[in-house]
């Protein structure tokens, strides 16, 4: 078998940029939408991004897509163990 080479998927086009917040940022984002982190969408501890950023369960990451009508959006997600 062949072995495949590492590359950083976040290089790759359709791969939007992901941060994870700090605690300051999380608590004015919940804040901001009245909402808990029990409310955020999800995403599992499994997804490749979260691997390489190495956030941890629980973690609040930001998703920075690039849009032709707005230039930027944002997204968040708790990290979570379930799949």
Not at 27 to 40: A, E, R, S, V
Not at 61 to 67: A, D, E, F, L, T
């Amino acid at each position: 078998m062949e072995k495949k080479e590492n590359f950083d998927i976040f290089e790759h086009i359709l791969v939007p940029k992901h941060v994870i917040l700090n605690q300051e940022e999380i608590n004015n984002l919940l804040k901001k939408f009245n909402i808990t982190p029990g409310q955020l969408p999800r995403i599992t501890s499994k997804d490749p991004a979260v691997k390489l950023l190495g956030a941890k369960v629980g973690d609040v990451i930001k998703i920075i897509r690039k849009s032709e009508t707005a230039g930027t959006s944002e997204f968040y997600r708790v990290v979570t163990g379930e799949e």
